[in-house]
């Protein structure tokens, strides 16, 4: 017996945790939707202002001046950084963001992206694709990161000989989730976790502890799968792109790799003795 109808909703009748909430996660929980499944929005980070005020006064200043050749901006947090001090970027300095959804943030802020790397939506990734900083004369650049962010971007350029300025935009804290999902992810109810970052990473491994295996645990990429696995969690799916499309097109693969398929029983016909007909 054959099946030639088979639904388009692949993800029918899955609950899919989105540790992430705004703009992001209502984006991500439609898109889910539209495979057939029931998103879960559970925010599991959040940002904070940094420690240090006045070192990201000092760097905006010394940015709207004109002081620096380039600013690199690394999340779409810190786009929000930018936009809540008001900050100027003057002609004269350009301005790198680390993927497309960063290089859309500054857009829809009113800033100019000058470079976003094609390929690899990562630190390395720009420095790849950054022809500027592969030779020539050393260059100022004031770098924006989270505090928990690995400062590879930096170390790169410093690396190839030019100054660059690391100042921390902003925090990343976690979020405690309500009893009931933490309840839901124990019994294994809930069908898949996304994992968008190291930071999810850590809130999941902490918060969950123990998750069933038959609940698929999906990374938004290599690097943070990587970063997953040093916090001690299992990963089953990785995103072959870092976005949330790409994410979701993974967990959709794994469904029906592993065989989980809703079908649409109501326009196919069988005969009790022939089989489909």
């Known amino acids: 017996m054959t099946l030639t109808n088979r639904t388009q909703k692949p993800l029918k009748g899955w609950r899919v945790l989105v540790p992430r909430g705004g703009p992001w996660g209502d984006g991500v929980a439609a898109d889910l939707r539209a495979q057939g499944a029931s998103p879960v929005i559970a925010p599991m980070i959040n940002f904070a202002s940094t420690k240090d005020a006045a070192a990201l006064e000092d760097a905006l200043t010394a940015l709207a001046e004109g002081s620096f050749d380039w600013l690199t901006v690394t999340s779409a947090t810190t786009v929000d950084v930018l936009s809540s001090h008001r900050a100027v970027v003057p002609a004269s300095t350009r301005i790198a963001a680390v993927g497309e959804t960063t290089a859309a943030a500054l857009t829809a802020a009113g800033y100019r992206v000058d470079l976003v790397p094609s390929e690899d939506n990562s630190a390395a990734g720009l420095l790849r694709e950054w022809p500027e900083m592969q030779g020539g004369p050393a260059r100022r650049i004031l770098a924006l990161r989270s505090e928990i962010a690995k400062p590879l971007l930096t170390e790169g350029l410093r690396e190839l000989g030019h100054e660059v300025e690391s100042v921390v935009a902003y925090r990343t804290i976690g979020v405690p989730v309500s009893d009931k999902i933490r309840e839901d992810v124990s019994s294994g109810s809930v069908r898949a976790i996304l994992v968008t970052?190291?930071?999810?990473?850590?809130?999941?491994?902490?918060?969950?502890?123990?998750?069933?295996e038959e609940t698929l645990i999906a990374c938004i990429g290599p690097r943070t799968a990587q970063d997953a696995r040093a916090a001690g969690l299992r990963v089953d799916v990785v995103a072959s792109e870092r976005s949330s499309v790409s994410l979701i097109d993974a967990i959709v693969?794994?469904?029906?790799?592993?065989?989980?398929?809703?079908?649409?029983?109501?326009?196919t016909n069988f005969d009790s003795n022939n089989g489909e007909k």
Do not use: N, T
């Open 253 to 267: 693969e794994a469904a029906l790799q592993q065989g989980i398929i809703q079908f649409d029983f109501e326009s």
């Open 197 to 212: 970052s190291g930071s999810v990473a850590e809130q999941v491994a902490e918060q969950f502890g123990h998750i069933p």
